[in-house]
Structures are given as C-alpha cells and as structure tokens.
C-alpha cells in the first residue's frame, strides 16, 4: 500500500509504537519488509515493556474501534497484530 485503509494503519502505528519504533507508515513498511519481523512478534518480551510505552498504547487500545474483530474486517493480518496489541498491555 502507498497509504493503507484507516484500521491498518491504526494497528501498524500500535505495533511501533510497542516496539518502540517511530509509529508512521514509513516505519512500519521497513519493519513489515524484514525476514525477521514475525519472529521478533512471536518472540517479544512484553514483560520489558516500559510504563511509558504502555501509557501510549493506550490511545490505541482504548479507541472502541480498535478492536480484532473490527480491523480483521480490513485486513485479517492486521486483525492478528491488533490482538497482538491488545495482549502486550494485559
């Protein structure tokens, strides 16, 4: 995508912004195109997440549409990464 649907995009910003990576579309394209992406996923240690990066995912996990169900309508990756989100903050 040169821009993607609004909940995508909502989603790729969360997963930076967990990771600690600039949350921008630019940002996650670069992430998204690295071999190792999915296993850093399977593999991160939410137990390392600071305070400060929990109270910025916040605007994204409280936002009632930003909910699997919803983004999977979108994209069913994305739907993934969204709970993904969703269970760093638990």
């Not at 993607?4 to 921008?24: F, G, I, N, Q």
């Not at 850093?40 to 936002?63: A, M, P, V, W």
């Amino acid at each position: 995508y040169a821009k993607p649907p609004d909940m995508v995009m909502k989603t790729m910003c969360a997963v930076m912004t967990v990771m600690e990576k600039t949350p921008s579309w630019a940002q996650a394209k670069t992430e998204l195109n690295d071999v190792t992406f999915l296993n850093r996923i399977k593999t991160f240690e939410k137990d390392n997440i600071s305070n400060q990066t929990l109270r910025k995912i916040e605007k994204y996990t409280k936002d009632p549409q930003f909910t699997p169900k919803t983004v999977e309508k979108v994209s069913f990756a994305a739907g993934a990464l969204c709970m993904w989100v969703h269970a760093m903050k638990v």
